[in-house]
Each structure stands twice: as structure tokens, then as C-alpha cells.
């Protein structure tokens, strides 16, 4: 792996790290000022997404975002054949998209410095599933946002 890739992999690592840092101290803080647990904190943290405009909008701003992020990594991990896209996905849905997309640059600038020797792989039926499900959801909230709140 070249130089110049191994500086971008430790950038794309540093942003997951304060990512994870950042969303994570905030987090566990809107939870332990309801004095509420991880399950019910989980809970009451979407619709404190909704509590005005500035957080709706943002909300879908972060969400259309990381959509149109999560159809490339779904592509591009097959077109360079990177495993476990769909993890990336989930911790991405559960934790937070803003420390599982850096990991997955990380895992593809890996790929394209061993020349990609995996062959691409079409996307299957639950690619398609996956990524129709999370565009649908998406949609919704999208006109959610527009129509109700």
C-alpha cells in the first residue's frame, strides 16, 4: 500500500474514532438524563429527532446522506469484492453512519491497494431487498417530514 493511501486510511480511521467519540459521549448523555435505559433511550431518541425544524432537517439531511452513501458501498464492495457490506450498513443504521463510512474507505482504499483480485460480484436478491427497504424507509421519512411535521 502506497504512502499516500496509508495517510488516507489513518484519516478515514481518525474520523471514525472522533465520530464514535462524539456521537457515542452524546448519546449515552441524552440516555442518562432520562435516567432511561439503552432500550427505551433508543426509543425516545427518534422523536427527538422531529422536536423542530432545525432537527428535521437535519435529520433528513443525514438521512437522504447517508442513502445515497450506503447504494455506492453496497456497489462499490461488490464491484471491488469487499466483504460485509451489510455490517457496515447495520452499525452504520445502530451506532452511527458517520464512524461506519470512514471504516468501510478504509476497507476500500485496502482493496484498491491490493489491486482488487476479487472478481465483481453482481448484487444479489437481498442487495436489492436491502437497499429497496432502506430507500422505501427513507421516502417515508422524507414525506413524513414534509406532509405531518
Known sequence: MSRTRKLLCSVYGLIA?????ATGTQNAAFVSERGLSFATGFAAFWPALFANHA???ITV???LFALAGVIWMVFEARRLGIRFV???????ITVAISVTFPLF????????????NAAERPLGVLDYLGLGILTVGTAALAVYC????
Not at 414534509?146 to 411535521?149: A, D, E, R
Open 17 to 21: 474514532v472522533a465520530a464514535l467519540i
Open 105 to 116: 474507505l478504509v476497507a476500500r482504499e485496502r482493496a484498491l491497494a491490493l489491486g482488487s
Open 86 to 92: 451489510w455490517l457496515y450498513v447495520f452499525f452504520g
Open 146 to 149: 414534509i406532509i405531518v411535521v
Open 61 to 63: 439531511d443525514i438521512f
Open 55 to 57: 432537527t428535521i432537517s
